[in-house]
């Protein structure tokens, strides 16, 4: 039985959204990455709908220079409402961009040292509680949401969780992957993480994605924690450092990620949702198959 302390409920999402973003300039270079929207929602608008499916209160945004408008975003708009309002245009569209008071907090991550830094950067709010963590370049369609699955699963289980799917051998090498024990269901008990593994050394093809639920010791990981490949300081070796000290499990995530933070997977993502949605869907599919020349 896990112990009750590692079992609090999920309420705090971190989402790291201060990373240069340079694979996509010169695009990114006045709007954040997380902006670019899929269609005609930002890439941080699917993240906080997928937290707030799973039950998630409070946003925690590690934000950088030249963010502002992720912040914007989530915040009342007086003119505009005001101006449609008058003209009769419904304002259900701004529904999700509506957060309670109180329930956005941004910290700064003064200088982009990766990853676990800005994690790291987010330690006072987190305080002595379990946290989400999302990563808005990467987007996770599902139905239940990737966070609430998660979230099911850690009402079983409880420690910490990493969001993992499948890729063919020959993906492994650019991914971080787990070393996989027991197995139930989606459930895999993680024995240790390997960040980009040559093929043949590979543990498994079972790849890190962007979803984490993570106990709050991590913050003490990260805080004794040098920095680590390419001059950041890496999540995953702190979560390297977390395993046997207290449960942790990964779960196959049973929906589509896209990985939106380099150009082919933001195009295929764009396609792949416009293809789901209804308004759009046999206009686009039309016009995919016209410029395939089908
Ligand atoms: P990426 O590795 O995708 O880096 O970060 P990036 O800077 O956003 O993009 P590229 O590689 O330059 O194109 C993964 C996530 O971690 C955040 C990013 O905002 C993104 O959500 N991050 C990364 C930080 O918040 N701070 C950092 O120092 C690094």
């Given at each position: ?97 509506r ?78 992957v ?24 590979a ?15 991590v ?55 416009a ?16 410029l395939?020349?089908?």
């Open positions: 039985m896990t112990d009750p302390a590692l079992r609090k409920p999920i309420k705090k999402a971190v989402f790291p959204v201060a990373g240069l973003g340079t694979r996509f300039l010169p695009a990114t270079k006045a709007i954040p990455k997380e902006m670019l929207p899929i269609i005609d929602r930002p890439l941080i608008q699917y993240a906080v709908d997928e937290a707030r499916e799973a039950g998630i209160e409070q946003l925690i945004f590690v934000t950088g220079r030249g963010k502002t408008a992720i912040v914007e975003h989530f915040d009342t708009a007086y003119e505009l409402e005001a101006t449609m309002s008058e003209r009769d245009k419904s304002l259900d569209v701004l529904e999700p961009t957060i309670q008071p109180g329930n956005l907090v941004t910290v700064r991550q003064q200088v982009p040292l990766g990853l676990g830094h800005a994690i790291w950067c987010a330690r006072a709010i987190v305080g002595d509680e379990p946290f989400a963590i999302f990563l808005p370049d990467e987007l996770m369609i599902g139905a239940p949401g990737c966070m609430k699955q998660m979230v099911e699963a850690y009402n079983q289980v409880g420690g910490n969780l990493i969001s993992v799917l499948e890729v063919p051998e020959e993906e492994v090498s650019s991914y971080g787990i070393a996989p024990g027991r197995r139930d269901g989606a459930l895999t008990e993680v024995l240790g993480l390997v960040e980009k593994p040559k093929r043949e050394d543990p498994s093809n079972l790849i890190i994605s962007g979803r984490y639920i993570l106990q709050p010791e913050m003490r990981v990260l805080e004794n924690q040098g920095i680590g490949a390419g001059g950041e300081v890496q999540l995953t070796d702190a979560m390297s450092q977390m395993i046997g000290q207290q449960p942790f499990h990964a779960v196959t995530f049973a929906g589509k990620r896209y990985d939106c933070g380099n150009k082919t997977g933001f195009v295929e993502a764009t396609l792949a949702v293809l789901e949605r209804p308004d759009m869907r046999d206009e686009v599919r039309a016009i995919a198959l016209r395939l020349g089908v």
